[in-house]
């Protein structure tokens, strides 16, 4: 591949607080769950148990008929600056994939809620998340998108995900918001993080840009590719000289 088809930059969004307003699979629990899946959150919470395990045993305690869970679904909503930010990949030729340690059917469900131009711009990126499918008023996960767990235990392991996805090794920018993003925010070059993971990066001295919502990491990232796009014309100004 030459320099001119390698993507300045690869995006991967996290999707649940980052994407969407709130969390999906915390309001699930939160609303349907016995309250017993606050134990298995501590245990995950203090790096004892993988975010695999962790949901697993915390979806067996949710008690919801799908009507159920998609009117919660449906209340949640997405941040208004997704398609700002999208339409700026786009325009960038940047690649943008949704990676999530949650559910793909909490994913495809809310972003049904959202415009048609939102499923528009992400028709070109891969959406790699845990599946999650009803049995009457009962909820199966599988994890079908790496069947061996990565030695962190993730449920969907987002540093490797990043890898597969980024074969020509350009660039990796990661947005997210919470602690299920903190191997992401290690192995990514460009970090935006909000609330549990901007907190995470300041604890452990990782580099990151504070941001608010996606319109704010839209308007950073037009700022930044542009004064890469500058360096490597200049380097390739200087190369063919
Ligand atoms: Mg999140
Ligand atoms: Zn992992």
Known sequence: MTEEQKPKAILFLDFDG????????????ETYADPKWLAFEAEWRAGRMGSRDCLRAQMALVRATRKQIDALLDEIGIDDDLVALLEMCAQH?????????????????ILSGASKRVAALLRGGRVCAGHLESRGHLWRTEFSFFHQTCGHGCATCKPAVMRLLNKTDAPAIFVGDGLSDRYAAESADLVFAKDGLASYCTEN???????????????????????????????LARVSA
């Open 93 to 109: 030729s940047i690649p943008a994939h949704i990676i999530s340690d949650g559910f793909d059917y909490c994913i495809r469900r």
């Open 18 to 29: 980052t994407i969407s307003r709130r969390d999906a699979v915390d309001a699930i629990l």
């Open 205 to 235: 001295s990782i580099e990151h840009i504070p941001y608010q919502n996606l319109g704010d990491v839209a308007a950073h990232l037009d700022r930044w590719l542009a004064g890469r796009l500058f360096l490597r014309e200049e380097t």
